[in-house]
């Protein structure tokens, strides 16, 4: 998530090969993101107690921990984390394993094209942002019904409105 004095959504890239975090250094360098790279899951994981980002960019195949491993680690602890895999090795028991285990938003390979990519992360973040603004307005919905709740409690039939045959609320003088 972003911090207080930079705003910009945090992407974590995760990779074990340096050229590949070069090039898409490279190629979103100009996006307007705050970028992060790690060179194995485990070296993420150690960063993620530190910052924890908007979208995660994990390589499928590399050693100590796949990147299926450390995205399904990932979701149960940060489950307001984007997710999504890069990889040259797109099997389909992979991509049903990435779907279904580490919840990914989408699935690219290697060699990527700049453009999807781009494309693809700003659709992420999108769905990132009203996934929270959801979960946040949830949170308000419960906290209003829980009002609601103890509001009709002290003040029975307090919620439930009369309306005439056109739709105007009904006052009943003998409740004032």
């Known amino acids: 998530m972003a911090t207080e004095e930079d705003d910009r ?14 090039a898409l250094r490279r190629t979103l360098r100009k996006e307007g993101y705050r970028l992060g790279f790690a060179e194995s899951g485990m ?6 107690r530190d910052d924890v980002p908007d979208l995660i960019v994990s390589d499928h195949l590399m050693p100590q921990m796949t990147g299926l491993e450390f995205l399904k680690r990932c979701r149960l602890l940060y489950p307001d984390t984007g997710r999504i895999v890069l990889t040259g090795q797109a099997e389909m028991e992979t991509v049903i394993g990435a779907i279904n285990d580490g ?9 990527w094209d700049d453009d ?4 693809t992360l700003h659709l992420a973040l999108q769905q990132v942002k009203l996934e929270r603004e959801n979960r946040r307005l949830l949170k308000l919905l419960e906290k209003q019904a829980e009002q609601i709740r103890t509001l009709e409690s002290t003040h ?3 919620s439930s409105i009369k309306r005439d045959t056109s739709g105007a609320i009904l006052i009943d003088d003998a409740d004032l």
Not at 43 to 48: G, I
């Open 9 to 22: 959504p945090y992407i974590l890239i995760v990779d074990d090969e340096a050229s590949v975090r070069s």
């Open 103 to 111: 919840e990914v938003f989408r699935f690219l390979r290697k060699p």
């Open 156 to 158: 029975p039939g307090i």
């Open 116 to 119: 999807e990519v781009k494309l």
């Open 43 to 48: 070296q993420a994981l150690e960063m993620l």
